[in-house]
């Protein structure tokens, strides 16, 4: 057994944990070891209920363009956990994170949450690589997430929308408060146009009331000043307003320039997987939650496409309000699961867009199934595989060979107070 088979092994039961939420923990191990959150260069976290990795995904390829160095913290991962600490663009290589992971146990990160563990696994991989520039993509929430346990310079929420309700509140205005908790005095902060436009100003009011330096709020004329974006959807070019805008405050306060030649060749060659990735005639999105389901249902209706759907997601989604943005784009529904114990039962998830009055909905057990059932109703496609960025992952694995790890540890669903 390698050692990052055996590291997986370890980070398994850390699941048990749940999620724990504050930063005080965080903070302690980051100072254990040596806090090397402070040799990572400055930082720039982002926050927000949708957008957020594809965000981080234009930033850091913005960064490279311009010859930096750049560490890209985000979750979760598609098919391996490597892929949640990249540094120009590649994934940490396996012994740098198992040598990471025993320095973080060996100071006391053991009895730390799965997440924690490896922010601080990514905070040492980014310190020993030398970074010039980190970028971090917050877990859950904001305001008591790990991440926020390491000072950033630049704080980005790209939108705010209902999403884990049962964790960071059941309103619009609780919410945005978790993840405006990211503010703090003398950041520069961007606030993005990729959420409800209600919750701008509950964001704007309090980046004022954390003090921040200066307040950047993405508008029309951002975004129409946005050159052309690779990823697909309107909604890209709302998230690469953020990205350039964050690159803009960069360069205020560091120095670090990147041009305008630079930053339209890096826009139009950027890609994140899972988020509308077209192999063939197959479109993988990980719309995960109803804000995400909608963009990818406008995605769709502005290219012409309705698709036959395979759809699974996690059982703590709010899945009627995923069918009633997805039904009216699908031909065809297949609902299906991920294998991870987080994922809803297939027959759940099928009543969901049976209710929607959808007439054309099955089921299948497992993602295999799904695809063979959708070759047989469309055998040139189009073909959606989305709902969750689990079962994208798996899309991944089967149709392009993503590499993968063998044991599969993700994020646990449940929140210990």
């Known amino acids: 057994m390698s050692r990052y088979v055996e590291l997986l092994t370890r980070l398994v039961p850390a699941r048990r944990f749940g999620m724990v939420l504050g930063t005080e923990r965080m903070r302690a191990l980051l100072d254990r070891l040596g806090a090397p959150d402070h040799r990572m260069g400055p930082v720039i976290q982002i926050g927000g209920t949708n957008g957020k990795g594809s965000t981080v995904a234009m930033l850091a390829e913005l960064l490279r363009a311009g010859g930096v160095r750049v560490g890209a913290y985000t979750s979760p991962h598609l098919s391996s956990l490597r892929e949640r600490i990249a540094i120009d663009g590649v994934p940490a290589s396996e012994d740098a994170i198992v040598e990471a992971a025993d320095r973080v146990t060996a100071a006391g990160g053991d009895e730390l949450t799965f997440f924690e563990q490896i922010t601080a696994i990514a905070a040492v991989v980014f ?50 408060r978790e993840k405006a908790g990211i503010f703090k005095p003398g950041q520069r902060v961007v606030i993005g146009a990729s959420g409800e436009p209600a919750a701008v100003p509950l964001l704007e009011a309090a980046a004022r009331e954390a ?171 189009p073909i959606a595989v989305a709902g969750s960025l689990f079962l994208v992952g798996e899309a991944r694995v089967l149709l392009l060979r993503a590499p993968s790890d063998p044991i599969v540890v993700g994020d646990p669903a449940h929140v210990r107070h």
Request: aromatic share 2%; proline share 5%.
């Open 127 to 176: 310190a020993e690589a030398t970074v010039a520039v980190s970028l971090l993509e917050v877990g859950l929430g904001g305001r008591l997430d790990a991440t926020t346990a390491i000072a950033a310079k630049i704080a980005a929420v790209t939108g705010v929308a209902l999403d884990h309700q049962a964790i960071l509140g059941s309103t619009l205005e609780a919410i945005a």
């Open 211 to 381: 003090g921040a330096a200066r307040i950047i709020t993405i508008d029309d004329a951002a975004i129409a000043r946005v050159p052309p974006v690779a990823l697909p959807g309107a909604h890209q070019r709302r998230n690469a307003a953020v990205a350039l805008a964050a690159l803009d405050e960069l360069a205020a306060i560091e120095g670090i320039v990147v041009g305008d030649v630079l930053r339209r060749a890096a826009l139009a060659r950027v890609v994140h997987p899972g988020r509308f990735e077209v192999v063939g005639d197959i479109i993988l999105d990980g719309a995960h939650n109803p804000h995400g389901a909608a963009a990818l249902a406008t995605t769709l209706r502005e290219r012409g496409q309705r698709p036959v759907l395979i759809v699974g997601i996690s059982a703590d989604k709010d899945a009627a309000a995923i069918a009633r943005e997805l039904a009216p784009v699908a031909s065809h529904v297949i609902a299906t699961r991920y294998q991870q114990e987080r994922a809803l039962p297939p027959e759940q998830l099928a009543e969901a867009f049976w209710a929607c009055g959808h007439a054309a909905v099955e089921t299948a057990p497992d993602l295999t199934s799904a695809l063979a059932r959708a070759r047989i109703i469309a055998p040139t496609g």
